[in-house]
């Protein structure tokens, strides 16, 4: 059964082209089915800090405002309660121009929506969890091979947001959620104040001053960014198969899942991300993406935290250029070696996949 109104972010029914109503309250609903059968792939920790911001999001409170510990409470109890209702559901297709679709079936839906301002997007993420959302199209441009889809303010969405996806060659980028990314990470540099490349990357914007202005320039800045990425990955995508989605597949909720998607993270990067940076001479970008090489990716790429310190210490971006190369032939053929296991094996080699990973740290 579709959301009901009362289920939907504030204001979202009344904000809405009347004959798109149906639509948002289906993505929706196929939003909160995703989140009932995926909510427990966080740990409680993480679960709570999302749910916090996913209240901000639904209830339209800025990101300046302090959250109503009562509210949240309220409003988390008769979430699980919907979610429990939910999680068997099976999800639903999206009623569109009289006709009914699979939510996968993104570029039909886009060829009807986009031309009345409205963007939709479905695809599986880590864990094998879809993200469906729905929101204003505020741009559409071919860019080489590819379409680049760019959303404004979103109307529908489940529980994590992530900024960018591709699907084929379309790539969606999501600029609200992407703005809320920057800001959460943003506050939690100022909650730690720690020096490093996150506090190098909040030099490049004037946020003392006008900190409003400041994020608007940030997420501006990192759709570039967020850009290269994802053509990274459509690039990556076309070298290995689509095995490798059958890999990820397979691997889902494992340690070598996480390796694995890092493994294509880092061949992305080396094809697009970092050579883009770097020829647009982009400092603010170049700072915050290695702010952000953390946790499995940086465990897998150590070498290139001293590609780092070298290119602050000379200023010279060949530090950084002269190790994409062979870094670029390490990754894929990484990558082609463990869809060889894979084909040989099938999802019994898991343990020979993290330590193959494991033995071709970089």
Same mark, same amino acid.
């Given at each position: 059964m579709p959301a009901s109104e009362k289920d939907l972010p504030t204001g979202a029914s009344r904000d809405i082209d009347t004959s798109l109503e149906p639509l948002l309250s289906a993505v929706q609903t196929n939003c909160h089915i995703s989140d009932a +059968? !995926?909510?427990? &792939?966080? /740990?409680?920790?993480? $679960?709570?800090?999302?749910m916090?911001?996913?209240? +901000?999001?639904?209830?339209?409170?800025? *990101?300046?405002?302090?959250?109503? !510990?009562?509210?949240?409470?309220?409003?988390?109890? &008769?979430?699980? +309660?919907?979610w429990e209702r939910l999680e068997s559901e099976s999800y639903i297709d999206l009623p569109v121009s009289g006709?009914?679709? &699979?939510p996968y079936a993104v570029d039909n839906i886009n060829k009807a929506i986009n031309g009345k301002g409205w963007v939709y997007s479905g695809g599986i993420g880590r864990?094998?969890?879809? !993200? *469906? *959302? =729905?929101? +204003?199209?505020?741009?559409?441009? /071919?860019?080489?091979? $590819?379409?680049?889809?760019?959303s404004g303010r979103e109307y529908a969405r489940d529980l994590t947001a992530p900024p960018a996806m591709s699907l084929g060659k379309t790539i969606f980028i999501r600029r609200e959620s992407l703005k809320r990314m920057l800001w959460e990470k943003i506050e939690e540099w100022q909650w730690a104040k720690g020096q490093g490349a996150m506090s190098r990357t909040i030099a490049c914007y004037d946020f003392e001053n006008d900190s409003a202005q400041a994020l608007d320039d940030i997420t501006d800045n990192e759709m570039n960014s967020t850009l290269l990425h994802e053509i990274g990955e459509i690039q990556a995508r076309e070298h290995l198969g689509s095995l490798w989605e059958e890999l990820l597949l397979e691997l889902t909720h494992?340690?070598?899942?996480?390796?694995?998607?890092?493994?294509?993270? !880092?061949?992305?990067?080396? =094809?697009? /991300?970092?050579?883009? =940076?770097?020829?647009n001479s982009n400092t603010a970008s170049l700072h915050f993406y290695f702010a952000n090489l953390k946790g499995m990716r940086r465990e897998l790429w150590p070498s290139l935290l001293g590609a780092y310190d070298n290119w602050l210490q000379t200023g010279d971006t060949d530090a950084l250029q002269k190790?994409?190369?062979?870094?670029?032939?390490?990754?894929l053929e990484l990558a082609r070696s463990l869809l060889d296991l894979y084909g040989?094996?099938?999802?019994?080699?898991?343990? &020979?996949?993290?330590?193959?990973i494991q033995k071709n740290r970089l």
């Open positions: +059968r !995926h909510a427990g &792939d966080y /740990t409680m920790c993480v $679960y709570l800090l999302k916090r911001e996913y209240y +901000r999001w639904e209830v339209g409170e800025p *990101f300046s405002a302090a959250l109503p !510990h009562a509210d949240i409470s309220a409003w988390l109890t &008769d979430r699980e +309660r919907l006709e009914q679709h &699979d864990n094998a969890k879809p !993200h *469906f *959302f =729905l929101g +204003r199209l505020k741009k559409s441009v /071919t860019h080489n091979d $590819y379409q680049l889809l760019v494992s340690r070598a899942e996480i390796m694995v998607r890092a493994v294509r993270d !880092h061949l992305a990067d080396t =094809l697009s /991300t970092l050579p883009g =940076l770097i020829e190790p994409l190369e062979n870094s670029k032939i390490h990754w040989s094996h099938g999802g019994h080699c898991v343990k &020979d996949m993290e330590s193959l």
